[in-house]
């Protein structure tokens, strides 16, 4: 999947379901905020999570998605001031993954959409 960063943009922090996911930047360069998940209760939809390792993500500098620690946040923070592309490979297709609200403690599922699958627009893309 290849995804275009503005300055100051960002994603929300997400998990990868459970699988590998393999990252570079071969334009600009974005930082990457892990966190670990310390507490999680799927009753409530409550979570805490903790910042861990922050590092940046550029074309010298590849990177992969740690299985033990999935949770992340990438960043185009604005002191870089440029655009950014980021490469993401994924072990398996996925439509769904976690996401998480830091200030308020919480996590829940989002669906995930793609903009063009196999070299295709989707269909709702077209409408916009």
Same mark, same amino acid.
């Given at each position: =999947? ?8 960002? %994603? &929300? !922090?997400?998990?990868? &379901? ?5 990252? %570079? *930047?071969?334009?600009? &360069?974005? &930082? ?5 998940? /310390?507490?999680?209760?799927? %009753? ?5 999570? !903790? ?7 550029? *074309? *010298?500098?590849?990177? #992969? $998605? /740690?299985? =033990?620690?999935?949770?992340?946040? $990438?960043?185009? $923070? @604005?002191?870089?001031?440029?655009? *950014? ?14 996401? #998480? %609200? ?5 996590? @829940? /599922? @989002?669906?995930?959409? #793609?903009?063009?699958? #196999? ?10």
């Amino acid at each position: =999947m290849t995804l275009c960063w503005d300055i100051g943009q960002h %994603s &929300r !922090i997400h998990n990868h &379901r459970d699988q590998n996911c393999w990252m %570079s *930047a071969p334009i600009g &360069r974005l &930082r990457i905020q892990n966190y670990r998940v /310390d507490h999680r209760d799927a %009753s409530h939809g409550t979570c805490k999570i !903790i910042p861990t390792e922050l590092y940046d993500l550029d *074309a *010298a500098h590849p990177t #992969y $998605v /740690d299985p =033990m620690e999935p949770v992340h946040e $990438v960043i185009n $923070v @604005a002191e870089f001031n440029q655009r *950014a592309v980021s490469l993401h490979i994924y072990s398996k297709p996925f439509d769904t993954c976690e996401i #998480y %609200s830091r200030d308020k403690g919480t996590y @829940a /599922d @989002a669906p995930l959409f #793609y903009t063009s699958e #196999y070299g295709k627009l989707n269909p709702s893309e077209k409408l916009l």
